[in-house]
């Protein structure tokens, strides 16, 4: 494979035989059950070295990214080292207590001597799939806490970028044991055989093969996470801050050349203020240094859709204020400002994934949210105003798993924070306690120390006992005042008898 950026050539990365893949998981089991025995502190200190591995190979790793994705190098660095380092913090630091089990308070009346347990067991065996565009931070986003909560993995990278994904895998060499994170590269029919062999599948990519993965993991009754595609966006009050809006507007759009599930695809702009913000949005775009300031696309096929959306709404009236299409075949796609009327067009409506920023004039707030939420997407918006108060109250008329007020996108970065989205960007949800959720499975553990010969509702069935039950059902409200009080004099009679066998 050729470096998007400049065409020379990438080593090549052999895939695996799916064949093997049933052997490497029968492997991972093996080595996951003393891993699940050894306990949370022990694997968060087997872990806890990978932050300063990430740290100390920081440049090795941008510059891999520069080569294999086409990123600018500051962005690799920014976006997928120096946040990891504060995910293994922040996981291997709080994963003891995150894990803690929790007490059920049970009533000592109705479960006399009894006491209930929830513990959080691993799920066994993850499948974590990930796509090309942040191929360093997506896996470690579920690698880390997955591994911390006892868990073995399959990792299975994009074919788009299985270097990245190989020095992902290497961070962990010699830390646990063997076999316990095994590495497969390939494509669909490697993802297929990893989906085939395990507990949980951890699933972060397009639409279209999001919905595949589900129905084969719904055929094979295991859990699956999806984080799907996005068609995000920015909502423009009209009391914006104008210089704010239009740096980070220009941000959300272009960095990664827009290869981002929340990159800002729509920006809906109030009135009063869209000529003086789209005028600054332009300047800004048109000072971007191509390579230096922004990615190139990383793949041809991507650079055909963005290509397509582009020529489709121009055809539909949309018009270009800044940038536009290459020359056929390049994949340094310039970032491009688009107004757009008619929304009825791909640009608008399918995730375009590239540098294109459009802009629409609304005349209302709750039209721009109706317009957010009318789409089949739903991951991240963000508003950009002064009034706080009025900006929360908005948020939850949005039906996107991530609100950001006055900034766009980034929180995927921060792993205390829930990263999830609603509709067909999946129900898949990343970072945080939430997805820990998803890492285990609640196991309740209940002891009975009350040590009677039976319980009220163990055999014999006899008329006493349903005597107690109509009792019971009046004395807690289904009856009147005076039924209730009949209800307990016929428990005061009935219970004893049954006490005594009746
Ligand atoms: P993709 O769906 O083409 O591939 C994703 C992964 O699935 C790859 O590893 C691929 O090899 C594997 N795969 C393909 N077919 C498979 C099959 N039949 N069975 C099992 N695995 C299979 O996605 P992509 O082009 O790599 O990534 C881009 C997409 O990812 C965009 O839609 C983007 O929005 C989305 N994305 C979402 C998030 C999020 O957090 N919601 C984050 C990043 C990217």
């Not at 996981?91 to 803690?100: G, P, Q």
């Not at 316990?180 to 669909?188: C, E, P």
């Not at 948020?395 to 996108?409: K, M, P, Y």
């Not at 006992?465 to 004099?489: D, E, H, K, S, Y």
Request: glycine share 10%; hydrophobic share 45%.
């Amino acid at each position: 494979m050729q470096s998007p950026l400049d065409g020379s050539a990438l080593p090549t990365v052999e895939a695996t035989d799916p064949e093997t893949v049933p052997a490497l998981a029968r492997k991972a089991r093996e080595a996951q059950r003393a891993w699940a025995e050894l306990g949370a502190r022990d694997r968060a200190s087997a872990i806890a070295p990978v932050k300063e591995r990430l740290l100390a190979r920081a440049e090795e790793i941008a510059d891999l990214l520069r080569r294999e994705c086409g990123k600018p190098f500051e962005e690799a660095a920014l976006s997928e080292v120096l946040p990891n380092a504060d995910l293994v913090d922040y996981w291997t630091t709080s994963i003891e207590e995150l894990l803690e089990g929790t007490t059920v308070e049970l009533d000592a009346l109705a479960y006399p001597g009894k006491v209930g347990r929830i513990h959080k067991a691993p799920r066994g065996l993850v499948g974590l799939i990930t796509p090309w565009n942040y191929p360093v931070a997506i896996p470690l986003r579920t690698l880390v806490p997955a591994l911390l909560a006892g868990n073995a993995v399959l990792f299975k990278p994009s074919e788009i970028t299985p270097r990245a994904g190989a020095l992902v895998a290497s961070l962990f060499e010699g830390l646990l044991p063997e076999g316990l994170l095994a590495l497969v590269q390939g494509g669909a029919d490697v993802g297929g055989a990893v989906i085939e062999a395990v507990d949980l599948v951890v699933f972060t990519g397009s639409v279209e093969t999001g919905r595949r993965v589900a129905v084969r993991c719904a055929e094979r009754l295991v859990p699956c996470s999806l984080e799907l595609g996005g068609k995000d966006a920015a909502i423009v009050l009209a009391d914006a801050p104008i210089e704010r809006t239009a740096r980070g507007l220009v941000w959300g759009a272009f960095t990664n050349a827009g290869q981002n599930c929340a990159s800002i695809e729509r920006a809906y702009v109030e009135r009063p203020v869209a000529d003086k913000l789209v005028a600054r949005i332009c300047e800004l775009t048109k000072e971007l240094r191509p390579g230096a300031d922004t990615a190139v696309l990383t793949t041809a096929r991507q650079a055909s859709i963005v290509r397509r959306h582009l020529a489709e709404a121009e055809a539909n009236g949309a018009e270009v204020l800044a940038g536009g299409a290459p020359e056929e075949g390049s994949l340094a796609f310039p970032p491009t400002v688009v107004k757009v009327s008619d929304e009825d067009t791909p640009l608008m409506r399918e995730e375009t994934f590239g540098p294109i920023l459009p802009i629409v004039v609304v005349d209302g707030v709750e039209d721009a949210i109706a317009r957010v939420n009318a789409s089949r997407f739903g991951l991240t918006t963000s508003l950009w105003t002064k009034r706080f108060g009025r900006a929360h109250e908005l948020a939850r008329g949005l039906r996107t798993g991530v609100v950001t007020i006055n900034n766009h996108g980034f929180t995927a970065a921060l792993p205390a924070a829930p990263w999830s989205g609603t509709g067909e960007s999946g129900y898949g949800v990343t970072n945080s306690v939430h997805a820990l959720a998803e890492l285990t499975r609640p196991q309740f553990v209940l002891e009975d120390r009350s040590g009677a010969t039976r319980e009220l509702w163990w055999y014999p069935y006899t008329p006493v006992l349903r005597t107690i039950a109509l009792a019971m059902a009046r004395a807690r409200g289904g009856a009147g005042f005076f039924g209730r009080i009949t209800a307990v004099f016929q428990l005061i009679g009935a219970l004893p008898k049954r006490l005594l066998g009746g």
